[in-house]
């Protein structure tokens, strides 16, 4: 893992293609509306006889300003009261979801994300966790994976406290940049001052990890400014590091349209800015861990991909992977089994089907054979870098070499050009090749010529 990354300016320029972050295979782009509350509602029956352990993701969409980069699902208002009725409807899904599990299956890792969480009242937050706590089996013993998005303007030593007594082990911090230009121009004016003060409380608190997030191509951005804002964030040690690339797609997403796309850096900028990222980040002593994301060597996340036991779901990277993902709350997904469904993404159609004493699932799908096959290569290849081929054939029962024959000549051509290392019995992605990695996953996508590229980010 010391040489987890080379840099090869050429090989990035031919293989920046515009692809999903495959947080699932099939994507979220492939769910259709021929999945809905009965599929769930049988998914969860397999689990439930299964005594599978649970992950949980709570969507909480409200924010009190709006970030002009922003893609989530959010609500934006400055009237925190329209959370009550959320809430409510959100309480009645974990009861819902509950009375289809059994008291014994463990809630080993929750995430709330948003939106803004921390938006909820403190008594709004004390009582949606007794509603988690009441349906589900959450962990008394601090040893769940309980994690919550915070942004620092949200948040101070009370906030934190309060999370911390409720359960939460873990925060991902939103910082983006700390440049006042580049906050003026992307709506979200936060000082270092606040975001360290987050970090410190969180660190006398005994959280266990800290995640910060970072965004390069942003407008405003150049190679030096982002290079401070990096630098600054390195002396507040965080144990894990996402550094996202900003995909400009202001037809998709209306806030966008608020950034004057002349301001934006270009493609050149913004590898440098990705280079320089991982020099200094590779200088203080992080590891690429994949797919934008870094952490120091004694984190879970860089400890279980040397032990080859990382995976990769709706949550990002994870050591949870075995877990089923249940996603409460609107446009929340879950991944339970085969099965992939999504809640409503319309706030007041979500609200309305719960206040049936209804589900909100709207759509879906079920992974057939193939897909199994290809969601496992796509795993290995970016958690790990590496498909043994034999591992998945035996598990398959098939001969990998005939079954993506089609696929060979590409492969080859990326061999050649030194992205990966292939022969008959491996595939191994290469350090130069290692931020491309989404480049060699799609190879193995077989739904992707089906859809508009330009629905996705570019790689880097």
Not at 2 to 18: G, V
Not at 32 to 56: C, E, I, M, N, Y
Request: with cysteine; glycine share 6%; hydrophobic share 40%.
């Amino acid at each position: 893992m010391l040489d987890a990354i080379r840099w090869d300016s050429d090989l990035i320029r031919r293989y920046d293609l515009a692809g999903p972050r495959y947080t699932s295979y099939p994507t979220a782009a492939q769910f259709g509306g021929q999945v809905g509350t009965f599929d769930l509602l049988h998914a969860l029956r397999d689990s439930r006889k299964a005594r599978r352990p649970l992950s949980l993701y709570v969507h909480v969409p409200f924010c009190a300003n709006i970030c002009y980069y922003c893609a989530c699902n959010k609500v934006i208002t400055k009237d925190r009261g329209r959370a009550h009725a959320y809430l409510q409807r959100l309480e009645q899904e974990i009861q819902l979801i509950g009375c289809h599990l059994d008291p014994t299956q463990r809630v080993e890792q929750l995430h709330f994300g948003g939106g803004t969480p921390t938006f909820l009242s403190h008594d709004e937050l004390r009582q949606l966790m007794a509603s988690l706590r009441k349906h589900l089996n959450l962990l008394d013993d601090d040893s769940g994976d309980y994690g919550i998005e915070i942004d620092p303007r949200e948040a101070d030593w009370s906030t934190m406290g309060l999370l911390r007594e409720l359960g939460f082990n873990r925060v991902s911090i939103g910082l983006q940049d700390l440049d006042p230009a580049v906050q003026r121009a992307v709506n979200r004016l936060q000082s270092l001052e606040e975001t360290r003060a987050v970090v410190e409380a969180a660190r006398t608190l005994q959280f266990r990890s800290i995640n910060i997030d970072l965004i390069y191509g942003l407008p405003k951005q150049t190679p030096d400014n982002f290079a401070r804002t990096v630098e600054e964030v390195i002396h507040l040690q965080p144990d894990r590091l996402s550094v996202f690339n900003y995909a400009h797609l202001p037809e998709r997403f209306m806030p966008q349209r608020r950034i004057n796309s002349q301001d934006l850096p270009n493609p050149e900028q913004k590898l440098a800015m990705l280079q320089r990222t991982i020099e200094q980040l590779t200088a203080a002593g992080y590891r690429y861990v994949g797919m934008d994301h870094f952490a120091l060597p004694d984190d879970e996340l860089a400890i279980a991909q040397e032990e080859a036991t990382l995976q990769r779901n709706f949550q990002g990277y994870t050591t949870h992977g075995h877990c089923d993902l249940i996603g409460l709350g609107v446009s929340a997904i879950s991944q339970i089994g085969d099965l992939y469904c999504q809640n409503s993404s319309d706030l007041n159609h979500y609200q309305n089907t719960l206040a049936d004493g209804q589900l909100a699932t709207s759509r879906g799908l079920i992974c057939n054979a193939d897909d199994r096959l290809r969601r496992a290569v796509i795993q290995q290849l970016i958690c790990h870098f590496h498909l043994a081929f034999a591992d998945i054939e035996q598990r398959f029962n098939v001969d990998l070499r005939s079954y993506f024959a089609p696929l060979w000549p590409q492969l080859q051509a990326m061999a050649e050009d030194g992205l990966i290392e292939l022969d008959d019995v491996h595939l191994q992605v290469l350090p130069a090749g290692r931020l491309l990695v989404r480049s060699v996953c799609m190879v193995f996508d077989a739904y992707l010529e089906r859809h508009n590229r330009q629905r996705f980010s570019r790689v880097i």
